[in-house]
């Protein structure tokens, strides 16, 4: 399994790549942000209710000769003016596409803060080349309630 750091590094390469145009990316999408809160889960922790958003992004592409598939996670609470946030991160095998975290967990990276961050820069990097180019970020967003 990759550690946190290899895969920061390979981010990093990645990301170069993809600037100078020699990568090309697949994107899926699946998020409640949008949707009303009326159709969003609602969890009680120390008798406060929090509003629950989730949102999974796959990123695959041909890396060096091989598929490359991560998928990252957040699971968001929201109350009044608090958030609190959980972002998980997965190296799946190519064929594993479920946005599921029991079915990912197997493929987890212990990923810290820096890690989740360069994560977050390859996503706005990707939209703003799906924005520009979209021949090289292929995007397909997942409606979670047919999902």
């Not at 969003?40 to 009680?44: A, D, L, P």
């Given at each position: 399994m990759m550690s946190a750091r290899q895969l920061s590094?390979?981010?990093d390469e990645m990301m170069k790549e993809?600037?100078?145009?020699?990568l090309n990316w697949s994107?899926?999408?699946?998020?409640?942000?949008?949707?009303d809160a009326s159709c969003?889960?609602?969890?009680?922790q120390d008798g406060t209710d929090w509003l629950v958003d989730e949102c999974f992004v796959e990123y695959a592409?041909?890396?060096?000769?091989?598929?490359f598939c991560m998928i990252s996670y957040e699971h968001v609470l929201t109350h009044a003016d608090q958030t609190r946030m959980t972002c998980l991160i997965f190296l799946p095998p190519m064929g594993m596409r479920f946005f599921d975290v029991a079915e990912l967990?197997?493929?987890?990276?212990?990923a810290d803060a820096y890690?989740?961050?360069?994560?977050?820069?390859?996503?706005?990097?990707?939209?703003?080349l799906y924005?520009?180019?979209?021949?090289?970020?292929?995007?397909?967003?997942i409606d979670p309630l047919k999902n």
């Open positions: 590094n390979m981010l993809t600037r100078r145009g020699r994107m899926q999408i699946e998020s409640t942000d949008d949707l969003k889960e609602h969890v009680t592409c041909t890396w060096k000769g091989q598929d967990a197997p493929y987890a990276i212990e890690v989740s961050n360069k994560v977050h820069l390859l996503f706005e990097q990707l939209m703003a924005r520009t180019d979209a021949s090289r970020c292929r995007l397909r967003v």
